[in-house]
């Protein structure tokens, strides 16, 4: 179910419900039947057969349903295997966690192209822009490029990115050509809502905007603040996905919560956090839904790192987050875990599924 990309421009339940097909959303349609001319007459003596009172159709439920995932890490030897067995490899055994939303959305850690000058830094990850096809394949609506790793090759291989997702007609948010562009949040319709998407990254290794310089939008408070304030003017939700946290580790830092709670609190209905690279729990706010971590979804780890990693890494899962109209956030965490001699996400078993409702437990007020 690809949503329209039309521009740049929440008590909440943990439901363990089984996944329902995904439905295609189809645009509003109208159907005039003109009644055919009756031709028998009933005899006078008839007794009138009384009409049926007709059962009221119920109103269309008023809710958007958003599917989001983890880190998305297209290279080394993901690349590997998808030049073998195909560009859909990642996600062939977790198509099932997608059914039944509305907007699927992930965080693109990395980029595609073949092109640029590898970053001076430990980690670069980049795929052929071709693989990017693998994101279509899947469902995948809008990626968020606010991280440290959108500019790993240089401002030609955020170009490039964007011009492999412009392609597919996936859309992506948190970076662009300046501070401007990567700070102006997408817009896309879906179930009858607007939803204003904005990406911001708080890791310092991240290539940040300019005035005249292309990057990732900058967590600074003042202007999440601002930016979710007015994207409010613009859509029915707003959704910020936040790069922040320190890696691997499962407790949000104080610094994770003051900037996930000032964005839900200038109107944010969701917040969702990466980059910690392990699951970190959830929180109300309000009206609003904070996911400070949803971990790896597609990440290159085997037996080795399980080793020396342990699975924090390696545990993941799909939130369906509802958004309603009228009442506050609902959500879903459809557990998955990476396989480490598959290197690609699979459905959690059931022991692994208890582990990882524990790392996303709802954490108490402070």
């Not at 469902?139 to 597919?168: K, M, P, Q």
């Not at 944010?268 to 910690?276: D, I, N, P, Q």
């Not at 609902?330 to 998955?336: H, I, Q, T």
Request: net charge negative; hydrophobic share 45%.
């Amino acid at each position: 179910m690809p949503a329209l990309r039309v521009a740049l421009t929440p008590v909440l339940l943990v439901l363990l419900a089984a996944c329902t097909a995904r439905e295609p959303v189809r645009g509003p349609g109208l159907v005039t039947a003109t009644p055919a001319t009756a031709t028998a007459v009933a005899p006078a003596t008839a007794s009138p057969t009384p009409t049926p009172t007709p059962t009221p159709t119920p109103p269309a439920a008023s809710v958007v349903t958003i599917g989001l995932v983890g880190d998305l890490m297209f290279a080394r030897d993901v690349v590997t295997l998808m030049e073998e067995h195909g560009a859909g490899y990642p996600f062939e055994r977790v198509t099932p966690l997608f059914r039944g939303v509305d907007v699927l959305i992930g965080n693109l850690e990395g980029t595609f192209t073949d092109r640029g000058e590898r970053a001076d830094k430990y980690y670069t990850f980049r795929a052929p822009p071709a693989l990017a096809s693998t994101l279509l394949g899947a469902g995948f609506d809008a990626v968020s490029l606010g991280n440290n790793h959108a500019l790993d090759f240089g401002a030609v291989g955020l170009a490039d990115t964007r011009e492999a997702l412009d392609t597919l007609d996936i859309a992506y948010f948190g970076a662009g050509r300046d501070e401007a562009e990567a700070t102006q949040p997408l817009v896309i319709e879906a179930g009858g809502f607007r939803l204003a998407l904005l990406g911001f990254s708080a890791v310092r290794s991240s290539v940040f905007a300019g005035e005249s310089q292309p990057g990732v939008a900058e967590a600074d408070h003042e202007d999440v603040i601002a930016a979710v304030q007015a994207a409010t003017d613009e859509a029915d939700f707003v959704v910020v996905a936040l790069h922040f946290g320190t890696e691997y580790d499962p407790v949000p830092t104080g610094e994770q919560r003051l900037l996930a709670r000032a964005a839900a609190d200038a109107g944010a209905a969701l917040v969702v956090g990466h980059h910690a690279h392990t699951l970190q729990p959830w929180e109300r706010r309000g009206d609003s839904l904070i996911l400070y971590g949803l971990g790896n979804f597609v990440f290159d780890l085997d037996r080795d790192d399980l080793r020396t990693l342990g699975d924090g890494p390696f545990a993941t899962a799909v939130a369906v987050v509802e958004l309603h109209e009228d009442a506050p956030p609902r959500v879903e965490f459809r557990p998955a875990y990476i396989d480490p001699d598959e290197n690609r996400p699979r459905l959690a078993t059931e022991d692994e599924t208890s582990r990882i409702h524990a790392a996303l437990r709802e954490l108490a007020d402070e």
